[in-house]
C-alpha cells in the first residue's frame, strides 16, 4: 500500500509547454512538500503546503486537504526543468512518492 | 552560511561490515532527518532526531541505528550489512520540528555493498 500516489512516472515535454504533476495521499497530514532531485542526486526543496497555493518564479503548487491531493505546475518549461520531482507528506514521519521524471526538450 | 555536508561521499563495503556515516547540519539547525533511496523503492525515511533524541523512526530493521550529538551532528550505522543496503543515504537538516521548517539536504553518501 502506497501512502503517496504521484502521476505521471515520466513527462517528456517541449520547452515552453506548461506542466502538471499530481500527487495524491492517503494519511492524514500536518504538511505536504514538493522537492526537485537533478541527476547526480542532489535534492532540493521546493515548496512545502499545508493549505491553498504557493508560488515561486514559474512553479506554482496547489493543495486540496479535503480531497488529499496536490499538483506541481512548471509554466514555461524549460530545459534546466528536467530532474525528478518528489511528493512527500508528513504525518508524524515522512512518505515518499515515487517520483515523476521530467525532460523538457528545447 | 555553509549547506548540510555529509561525509564520505562514497564508500564501499563487503557483505557483513559495518559502516557509519555523517551529517552535519546547517548552523544553528537541531533537527537531522535520515533518508534511504534506492532504484526500487524510491526514498524511504530512515530516523529522525532532535536535541539528541529519536523523534521518528521508519519501517527499517534494527541493523540501521543512528545517533545525534550535542553540536547536532549525527551519525548512523549500518551493521552487518547487505547487498540490499547499497543505495544512496541522504541527511536533510532543517530548524526544528514544525510545520514552517523547511528541510535543506545533503548531497548523500553512496554506499555499495559488494
Known amino acids: 500500500k502506497n501512502e503517496v500516489e504521484q502521476s505521471p512516472q515520466n513527462l517528456t515535454a517541449q520547452e515552453g509547454e506548461f506542466i502538471t504533476i499530481n500527487c495524491s495521499y492517503s494519511?492524514?497530514?500536518?504538511?505536504l512538500h514538493w522537492l526537485q532531485q537533478h541527476p547526480g542526486g542532489g535534492i532540493v526543496s521546493l515548496f512545502m503546503l499545508s493549505s491553498g497555493k504557493k508560488k515561486h518564479g514559474r512553479l506554482i503548487a496547489t493543495i486540496n486537504i479535503q480531497e488529499k491531493h496536490s499538483s506541481l505546475h512548471i509554466t514555461a518549461s524549460h530545459p534546466r526543468d528536467s530532474a525528478v520531482y518528489i511528493c512527500a507528506v508528513r504525518p508524524e514521519k515522512f512518505y515518499f512518492g515515487t517520483g515523476t521524471s521530467l525532460t523538457v526538450i528545447p | 552560511k555553509a549547506g548540510v555536508t555529509q561525509t564520505p561521499r562514497y564508500l564501499i563495503k563487503t557483505r557483513g561490515q559495518q559502516v557509519t556515516l555523517s551529517c552535519s547540519p546547517i548552523s544553528g539547525h537541531r533537527s537531522v532527518s535520515w533518508y534511504q533511496q534506492t532504484p526500487g523503492q524510491g526514498l524511504q525515511f530512515l530516523f529522525e532526531?532532535?536535541?539528541?533524541?529519536?523523534?521518528n523512526k521508519g519501517n527499517f530493521p534494527g541493523r540501521f541505528s543512528g545517533r545525534q550529538f550535542s553540536n547536532s551532528r549525527s551519525e548512523m550505522n549500518v551493521s552487518t550489512l547487505e547487498l540490499g543496503d547499497s543505495a544512496l543515504y541522504l541527511c536533510?537538516?532543517?530548524f526544528g520540528l514544525g510545520l514552517g521548517d523547511e528541510q535543506f539536504f545533503g548531497p548523500g553518501t553512496r554506499l555499495t555493498v559488494l
Open positions: 536533510a537538516s532543517s
Open positions: 532526531y532532535f536535541s539528541e533524541t529519536q523523534r
Open positions: 494519511v492524514g497530514i500536518s504538511a
